[in-house]
Structure formats: structure tokens, C-alpha cells
């Protein structure tokens, strides 16, 4: 992806391939804002293995392709008020403040 195709994505999130949310009892969540019945594996069987699983592919294809996850629902919802959301923010901070410049 482009720095256009990253800032025009509805989306995309960087989160996901730097960052992972682990409670003290190992659900681990792509970030703190995915619901607790969203996660995304169990760090007790090994973090590596969390953030290669299934769930957390998926979820990164989804936003490659510009489709919505379900445990992305707190950004959209925070987006379709215009609030700035923590996709949006991570992205202008992290892609477009320090990568793509
Ligand atoms: S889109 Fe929002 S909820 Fe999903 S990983 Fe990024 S910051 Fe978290």
C-alpha cells in the first residue's frame, strides 16, 4: 500500500502488525479497543503463535483489502460520529508522521 492508499482506506489499521493487548489472564486482543469477545488468541500458548494465528491473518487481510472487522467496531463507531479514532490516529503518527514522510 501507498502512503494515498493508507490515508484513503477506511480500514486499514497499523496496529495490527506492531502491537498486541494481552490481559493478565493471556486473551490477547489486536489493541485495546477490541472487545473482550473479540480476541484474537491466548498468550498462554505463546505470543509467536498468537500474533501468526489465523485470526490476527485474517484481520490484517481484511484491512489490505479495505474490508471491516468485527473487532474493529469501536473505531468505526468512533469515525462515523467524526471523532478521530485510534485507527486514524495510529496511522497519521505512525505511517504518515515517521514512515512515508
Ligand atoms: S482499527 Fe481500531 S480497533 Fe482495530 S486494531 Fe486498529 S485501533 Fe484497534
Not at 502488525?17 to 472487545?35: A, D, E, Q, R, Y
Not at 468512533?78 to 505511517?95: F, K, P, Q
Request: proline letters at 5%.
Amino acid at each position: 500500500m501507498d502512503k494515498k492508499q493508507v490515508s484513503d482506506s477506511k480500514h486499514f489499521c497499523v496496529l495490527p502488525w506492531i502491537h498486541m493487548h494481552v490481559w493478565p489472564n493471556g486473551k490477547t486482543f489486536p489493541c485495546c479497543l477490541t472487545p473482550y469477545e473479540n480476541d484474537i488468541g491466548d498468550a498462554n500458548i505463546g505470543l509467536k503463535k498468537v500474533w501468526n494465528s489465523e485470526k490476527m491473518r485474517e484481520l490484517r487481510l481484511n484491512m489490505l483489502n479495505d474490508k471491516p472487522s468485527v473487532g474493529c467496531t469501536r473505531c468505526y463507531e468512533h469515525e462515523s460520529t467524526g471523532y478521530e479514532s485510534l485507527r486514524v490516529n495510529a496511522i497519521e503518527i505512525i505511517i504518515i508522521g515517521l514512515i512515508m514522510r
